[in-house]
């Protein structure tokens, strides 16, 4: 049987792969602080990517996007922003999210919402 963390990491391989297939670079994964996780950061043109991923069964009550809350998004933007300060770069962060629907170990769909959310109501 798997569990979360197995059901999770699929969903970010699948992800990783599908950004690595549309010509985006994968700079980090499951990038970590004292209280926060970026799944993937990826680089894109002129944009550092933020992505978080929800990976959830086919008849899940709650949408990936909608898992990713204020208090989600504050956490991923403190992170975003610590990474930021550690790795320096010129792009434009962005905050993305995926929705991966998988049963049973297999990926059935990826919903790649771009923009998902910015930095408005962040208090710095």
Known sequence: MKNQTDTGKL?????????????YTILSRNYRIRGGEIDIIAS???YIIFVEVKTRKPDSMVSGLDAVNQKK???IIKTATDYLLKYPCSLQPRFD??????????????NYLQNAFDLTGYNF
Do not use: C, M, P
């Open 11 to 23: 969903g970010e391989n699948a992800v990783s792969e599908y950004l690595e297939n549309a010509g």
């Open 44 to 46: 894109y043109g002129e």
């Open 73 to 75: 998004r504050n956490l």
């Open 97 to 110: 999210v995926a929705e991966v629907t998988a049963l049973d170990g297999q990926i059935l769909d990826i």
